[in-house]
Structure formats: structure tokens, C-alpha cells
């Protein structure tokens, strides 16, 4: 255990306690399947720079799991040679037919993984709708409606 302690207004912690609050896979696979869902509907809405970013968003969470759980590193490597790489050529192609298709067997994949790890019970769905915070379009076509003053 290492004496170096961290600082803030708040207070003091070890490095060892700030090592140990680090996201683990529960928060991580949130964020990984709320990214993989948004990169579906950008995708679909054919807004393929949004859909490139939320996959990349995914991997950089992927990137922090390999650090703090370093246990499931091979398998991260893997499932993105096998599933993610195929999502991001169809992105690259702006392909739809083939993106629907690398997105669907990146599902399988998941099972696959949470089946191993001993998660049989945790399936990623695709949500009916897209998250309606984001707009999933071409960005071309984006406009911001102004609101008319009222009074
Ligand atoms: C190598 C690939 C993967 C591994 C090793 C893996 C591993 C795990 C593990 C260990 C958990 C349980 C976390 C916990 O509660 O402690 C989990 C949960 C979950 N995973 Fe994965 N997973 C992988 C890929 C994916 C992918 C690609 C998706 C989505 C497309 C996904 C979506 C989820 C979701 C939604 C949960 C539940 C999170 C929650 O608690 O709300 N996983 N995964």
C-alpha cells in the first residue's frame, strides 16, 4: 500500500483510495451500451460522424476497463477485433445494410462475452427509440429552432 496521498479542498486520500473508485465493468457497460445504441441510431439517421464518435466512445471506455480491470483485457481485445472493427468499416463505407448487420452480430458478441464471464442474465437490447438528446441526423441539415419571443 502506498502512503502517497492525494489532495483536495474536500480532503486528503490515498492513492491506493483513489486507485479503488476508478470505474469497474458495472459503470463501464453502461457506458457501453448506451454509446452502442446511440451509434445505432446515428447510423440509421445517416449522421456517420456521430456514429464513429459514440463507437470510438465506446472503445476509450473498453480502454479504461483493460486498466482497471485488467482481468477481462483479452477478451475487450478480442470482441473489437471481431464485432467492433466490422461496425467501424461499414461506418467508414457509410453502409447501412452492412452496418445493421456488424451491429447485430456485436450483440451476439456481447452474449457471448457475459455468457463467459458468468452473466448469463445480462442481454443488451436495442431501445425502441433513439436517445432524444442527441440529433441523429445528417448534420447538414440540422436546425436549431429559434423560439418566437412571446409577449
Ligand atoms: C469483451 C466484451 C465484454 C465483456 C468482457 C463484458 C463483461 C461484462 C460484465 C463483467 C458485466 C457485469 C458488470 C457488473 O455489474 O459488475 C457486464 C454488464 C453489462 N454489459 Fe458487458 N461485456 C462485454 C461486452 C458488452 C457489450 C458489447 C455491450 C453492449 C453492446 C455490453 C453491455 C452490457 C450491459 C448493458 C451490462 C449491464 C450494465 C448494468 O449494470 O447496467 N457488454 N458486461
Do not use: C
Not at 456488424?102 to 463467459?116: I, L, N, P, W
Amino acid at each position: 500500500m502506498s502512503d502517497i496521498k492525494a489532495k483536495t479542498h474536500h480532503g486528503e486520500m490515498t492513492i491506493d483510495q483513489l486507485a479503488e473508485i476508478q470505474p469497474g465493468m458495472a459503470a463501464l457497460m453502461k457506458e457501453t451500451g448506451e454509446r452502442y445504441t446511440n451509434a445505432y441510431y446515428a447510423a440509421k439517421g445517416g449522421n456517420w460522424k456521430m456514429a464513429a464518435h459514440q463507437l470510438n466512445q465506446l472503445r476509450a471506455a473498453f480502454r479504461t476497463a483493460k486498466v482497471t480491470r485488467p482481468k477481462y483485457a483479452e477478451d475487450l481485445d478480442a470482441y473489437d477485433k471481431e464485432y467492433l472493427q466490422p461496425i467501424f468499416k461499414a461506418i467508414h463505407d457509410q453502409d447501412w445494410d452492412g452496418f445493421e448487420k456488424a451491429f447485430r452480430k456485436g450483440e451476439e458478441g456481447s452474449d457471448v462475452y457475459h455468457d463467459k464471464r458468468g452473466y448469463p442474465y445480462v442481454r443488451y437490447v436495442l431501445p425502441k427509440e433513439a436517445p432524444s438528446s442527441l440529433y441523429m441526423g445528417p448534420p447538414e441539415k440540422f436546425r436549431r429552432e429559434q423560439k418566437k419571443e412571446e409577449g
